[in-house]
């Protein structure tokens, strides 16, 4: 039987991505990879109100991707949603929104789907199959956290602590000053304390901690990649399984956070539109592996779309 051919556009909420990739079992191929920053977020985490020129940048984004993978003749296009959609009051606007601009109906799938469906596409690379992982998926309104070995998910669970989220919760100066990072790591480290450790640690602890390979997935972690590498663009086959250490994420940190955007918008490997974002990003990266005693972070360009793709229908 042939490979699959499928599509799926993510929309997240910083940016909207696609992917059409060619199917087989637990292989995927990616034909095509584009992105649009939209920032769905922008402004939402006053109210939880979607704001109306972030939901028509959104609706146009997602109908121009509609309109890409078409030309590539996919048996199957999902269209998905994750954290900003799935918590807004005004949810029902931006699906009327995108179902007018393109035709496509959204998926809006919860937090746990979002977390499962990133640690099946994580481990669709065989490098990583059938080892124990912890899967760090970094987004703009969440992360997740996915605890497993194969096939078998022992702990997964996404959390309200994302890059745009904490970008819009500290009013960070230009360029940051030594209070902003005290005071961010401060709330990261209590976060992770409160609110993560006690529900991964007893986990962690099952499937024996010293043998699982902590794994970044989602723009963070590949960037962070691609700055230590000095990638002008993005190279999948040098960035995936690249390690990075805490000294090199935590010197990388204080790079970034030593600079006014203008200066961050300059470094080679950081995408200009991303310059704001990845204090956040880095922030939280740095603050799992310090916060939970992992040697270094593997960087996996696989995800959330890959396993989408693996999955024929909602389960939502």
């Known amino acids: 039987m042939p490979p699959l051919r499928r599509a799926v556009i993510d929309i997240g909420t910083n940016s909207v991505k696609l992917l059409v990739a060619e199917v087989e079992g637990r292989s995927v191929t990616p034909l095509l990879e584009r992105s649009h920053q939209t920032r769905l977020g922008r402004g939402f985490y006053q109210d939880h109100r979607l704001q109306p020129e972030a939901i028509d940048d959104t609706a146009r984004a997602v109908a121009e991707f509609v309109a890409q993978a ?24 931006l699906l009327d929104a995108i179902q007018h601009a393109s035709g496509a109906t959204v998926e809006v799938i919860s937090g746990e789907r979002e977390a499962e469906w990133a640690f099946h596409g994580v481990t669709s690379d065989p490098a990583l199959a059938g080892r124990p992982l912890l899967i760090l998926d970094i987004g703009g309104g969440s992360t997740e956290f996915i605890l497993g070995v194969a096939e078998h998910v022992a702990f997964c669970e996404s959390f309200p602590c994302g890059s745009v989220r904490l970008l819009e919760q500290f009013a960070v100066a230009d360029p940051p000053t030594q209070d902003n990072w005290t005071r961010c790591h401060d709330w990261l480290r209590q976060f992770l304390q409160e609110r993560v450790t006690p529900e991964l640690a007893p986990a962690l602890k099952k499937l024996a901690a010293g043998s699982v390979q902590l794994v970044g997935t989602g723009g963070t972690t590949s960037i962070l990649a691609r700055m230590e590498l000095a990638l002008t663009t993005f190279d999948r086959d040098l960035i995936e399984a690249k390690r990075l250490n805490l000294q090199v994420v935590r010197r990388q940190r204080e790079r970034l956070w030593s600079l006014p955007v203008a200066d961050r918008k300059q470094l080679i490997g950081l995408p200009p539109n991303r310059a704001d974002v990845i204090l956040m990003g880095v922030a939280i990266c740095e603050a799992v592996i310090e916060g939970f005693g992992f040697p270094d972070i593997q960087t996996s360009t696989r995800g959330l779309r890959f396993g989408a793709l693996m999955q024929p229908r909602s389960h939502d």
Do not use: K
């Open 70 to 93: 078409r030309a590539w003749s996919p048996e199957l296009t999902r269209v998905i949603a994750t954290s900003a959609t799935r918590d807004a009051v005004n949810q029902r606007e």
